[in-house]
């Protein structure tokens, strides 16, 4: 806890100061360019990894960057989607999930979640994630490029259930929204984005790099 107190006073003595400008401006209102959902794994920071400004990312984090479907649970997830698109207007819906996450490491291990009911719980959305691995999976093993593969197809689960959202449906009918399927690989700092086109996840390079859409068809389950 002290350190969290000495970064406050770090805060307010040098990088408020210096921004503050910048924070009088925030009084006015959010703009924000996205809606980051993703993990809340303390070793993703959002606004680090995209080097954005206070103002700029309206963020919803939870385990396992879980998108419940629309109706199936009155939570937080979808009130917070609902006023990113209708009421602040963002362009672009990031869903990232990131290397070693423990949720998928639970989904891929149920025995791992007797004790934690709430979790077991929470990973019913991402059981089609789960579904999607035992069936089309087999062929993998080894332990990391397993929970890799689980880790990108919970994106593009995710992806799926947020397409379920009224706000989300209406904005993407009319050409107003795009949604994005990433990767966070936080011991290389690389990030990869599901294109379309590859069918798979491509590493983000370059100035000139364009974020592609995600699109694609879950199979049925």
Not at 44 to 72: H, K, M, W
Not at 133 to 152: C, D, F, G, K
Not at 176 to 196: C, D, M, R, S
Request: with cysteine; hydrophobic share 40%.
């Amino acid at each position: 806890m002290q350190k969290l107190v000495e970064g406050i006073h770090q805060f307010q003595n040098g990088i408020f100061s210096s921004k503050q400008r910048l924070f009088e401006t925030l009084v006015e209102g959010q703009h924000p360019l996205a809606l980051f959902i993703t993990c809340s794994d303390s070793r993703i920071d959002p606004s680090l990894l995209t080097q954005t400004e206070p103002g700029e990312l309206f963020i919803l984090r939870n385990a396992g960057n879980i998108v419940p479907p629309y109706g199936t649970i009155n939570g937080g997830e979808a009130a917070t989607i609902e006023f990113a698109v209708s009421n602040l207007g963002v362009r672009d819906i990031v869903v990232c999930g990131h290397s070693h996450c423990g949720a998928m490491r639970g989904l891929l291990s149920p025995e791992s979640l007797d004790d934690l009911p709430a979790v077991r719980n929470w990973l019913s959305y991402a059981d089609a994630t789960q579904r999607i691995m035992r069936e089309n999976y087999q062929h993998i093993s080894e332990a990391t490029a397993r929970l890799t593969a689980t880790v990108e197809e919970n994106v593009l689960v995710q992806l799926e259930h947020l397409r379920t959202h009224p706000s989300v449906a209406a904005a993407l009918a009319r050409k107003a929204l795009n949604i994005h399927g990433w990767v966070y690989k936080f011991e290389t700092g690389q990030v990869f984005a599901y294109g379309p086109q590859a069918g798979q996840f491509v590493p983000v390079e370059g100035k000139g790099f364009t974020a592609p859409a995600a699109t694609r068809e879950l199979p049925p389950i």
